[in-house]
């Protein structure tokens, strides 16, 4: 098992750009989360999904988007991209719900500058 | 949701001294997870606890729930090198989908 994977590592977008964070995982977990990490601080969600076709806003939604059309895949959407969206994005994903006990995964990190 | 203050945000130690950090709420929680994060690295998670008053142990690493269920401790044992990095404890919204971070204690060790 790969676990949680992230495409790409590293990005540096400009201001206005768009792109897409990937994240797949081969664990058929139901539940995926996106958080990003400011430099120094906790980590905030984005969004997450309950299973596929399901998602729903976390703590700092604005200025991002996700979908989730299959159970592995997760992907994040920066639309217009702008300097507060410079952070370190990670994807997450557990096979049930946080009060289960069970062990949420984490990918290992885009690491996004908008310049 | 839910909110969390760890303290403290930054910790010292020499090799060897103990290490203890705290997560507190101001409401009562239905579980809390604690997670390792070193430099550069990703999130792994250590223990979830449920049960009021909980303790568990995996090796020099003690964790602990409180009576209350309004705060928990990670207590570090004879600190090694390999213990460096950032430890933060994790809450989730009543109907499990949700896990909010406190903002984490750094820790760094002193050979």
């Known amino acids: 098992n790969a676990g949680v994977t992230q495409t790409p590592k590293f990005r540096i977008l400009k201001i206005g750009q768009s792109m897409t964070l990937q994240c797949a995982q081969d664990?058929?977990?139901?539940?995926m989360y996106w958080y990003r990490q400011d430099p120094g601080m906790g980590l905030k969600l984005i969004y997450y999904s309950v299973g596929a076709g399901i998602t729903d806003k976390g703590e700092v939604p604005n200025g991002y988007n996700v979908s989730r059309s299959t159970t592995e895949d997760f992907p994040l959407r920066l639309e217009l991209a702008a300097p507060s969206q410079t952070s370190v994005y990670f994807c997450a994903s557990s096979y049930l719900g946080l009060f289960s006990g069970n062990t949420i995964y984490f990918g290992e990190g885009s690491w996004l500058t908008v310049v | 949701g839910q909110q969390v203050m760890q303290i403290p945000q930054y910790q010292h130690v020499q090799e060897g001294e103990d290490f203890t950090t705290y997560c507190n709420s101001s409401?009562?929680?239905?579980?809390i997870q604690w997670y390792k994060q070193r430099p550069g690295g990703h999130p792994v998670f250590l223990i979830q606890?449920?049960?009021?008053?909980e303790v568990k142990k995996q090796k020099r690493l003690t964790f602990q729930f409180g009576e209350a269920k309004k705060n928990s401790s990670l207590h570090i044992t004879a600190t090694q090198t390999t213990d460096v990095g950032t430890y933060f404890c994790?809450?989730?919204?009543?109907?499990?989908?949700?896990?909010?971070f406190g903002e984490g204690t750094q820790l760094t060790v002193n050979p």
């Open positions: 409401t009562t929680l239905s579980n």
């Open positions: 994790a809450v989730g919204e009543t109907s499990g989908s949700r896990l909010t």
């Open positions: 664990m058929n977990h139901n539940y």
């Open positions: 606890l449920v049960k009021s008053g």
